[in-house]
Every structure is written in C-alpha cells, then in structure tokens.
C-alpha cells in the first residue's frame, strides 16, 4: 500500500519482456512497493525514442531537433521521480541501444535552464544482465552510468550486476534477486533519509 510520495522508476533496456533484467527489476520494485512507494516501468522498446539528431556544442543552448517522437513525454516520467532504476543487458560492451538512445537525448535538456533543477537530487540503481562468465563485464554499464549520476547531480545507489543468459534464467538464482529486493529496500529508506536533512 502507498504511504509516502516516494516514487521509483525502472527503464528497461532490453527488448525481451520477462527476460532477466526485466524480472530483477520487478523484483526491486515489489520490494520499494512494500516500503510505500509508487513505482513504474517503462520498456523502452515499446516507445519510438530516434537517436540524438544534430545538437549544438553548447549543452545550455541545445534545442532537441527531434522531439516529435515519444522521448519527451518519457522524460517526463523520468523527471517526476526519486529513484531511477537502469535496467538493462550488456548489448556489445554497452548498453542496450533503447537505453543509449535514452541517455544521449538527455543531454539536449539536462543542462537548459527550465529543466536542470528536475534533473538533480535522484537517486540511481544499475541492473544487469551479461552472457560472459567475468564478472567484470558488468562494469561496461556501471562505470558509465556511475558518472552520469555524478553529472546528473544525483546519487549512485548500488547495482546488481550477474551472469547470466537464458531468459528468465534469473529465476533460480536467488542471490542475486535478494540483492535485488535489498536495493529496492534501501532506495526508499535513501529518500526518506534525504528528506530529513
């Protein structure tokens, strides 16, 4: 039941529902449920976000010549929440390219004056999922989205990161969806801690 006005958004990344990223984000968001929050999902495959166009070097000056497409109204989603989950598979030492899209369109707002105050303060949580056995492969996602936390003015909250490549394969490792919930647990105790300073 929601008791607070904490909210907590997952953005999938990969296109396969109910695929590994998918559930450990469910899994996050049941556990912030439980704490009071209002949380979402958005699969970012199910939206036409187009590639950044061409921008001016500037960030403060950036006009997005593509805004036509449904990118804005997902920002809008974006900005009206606490926490951001980043929930996606290492696509070719990346990010999925729905995310990637995701994140270089927000550098045509994140610095313009009607928009940068919306973009600070909120907290950020990495998922994912990647097919090699190195642990390491998970920090294709992590390093990145650790710095733009940092340019975001926000706070990296912590990550799951797992091996693993059969969809839904996640399902038996419940170590890794524990951490999961634990993440989902201490992101809204984050809000709410920030709220009393």
């Known amino acids: 039941m929601k008791t607070t006005d904490i909210t907590v958004l997952a953005l999938i990344g990969s296109p396969r529902k109910q695929g590994n990223t998918d559930i450990m984000a469910d899994r996050l968001l049941a556990a912030a449920e439980e704490q009071g929050a209002e949380t979402s999902k958005i699969y970012l495959d199910d939206y036409d976000v187009r590639p950044i166009g061409e921008v001016c070097d500037n960030s403060r000056q950036r006009d997005d010549p593509r805004s036509d497409d449904d990118f804005p109204a997902l920002l809008e989603c974006f900005l009206g929440a606490n926490v951001i989950v980043w929930s996606t598979p290492v696509y070719w030492q990346g990010p999925s390219a729905q995310m990637k899209c995701f994140l270089d369109r927000m550098s045509s707002y994140f610095n313009r004056a009607e928009y940068a105050e919306r973009f600070r303060g909120k907290g950020h949580i990495v998922l994912c999922a990647f097919g090699r056995p190195e642990q390491k492969h998970g920090e294709w996602i992590t390093e990145p989205m650790k ?8 706070a990296y909250l912590g990550d799951v990161c797992v091996s693993v490549y059969e969809k839904g394969k996640i399902r ?3 170590e890794a969806l524990e951490a999961c919930r634990k993440l989902g647990v201490e992101c809204v105790g984050w809000v709410q801690e920030r709220r009393k300073c």
């Not at 710095?147 to 926000?154: D, F, I, R, S, Y």
């Open 147 to 154: 710095l733009t936390a940092e340019v975001l003015h926000g």
């Open 172 to 174: 038996e490792m419940p």
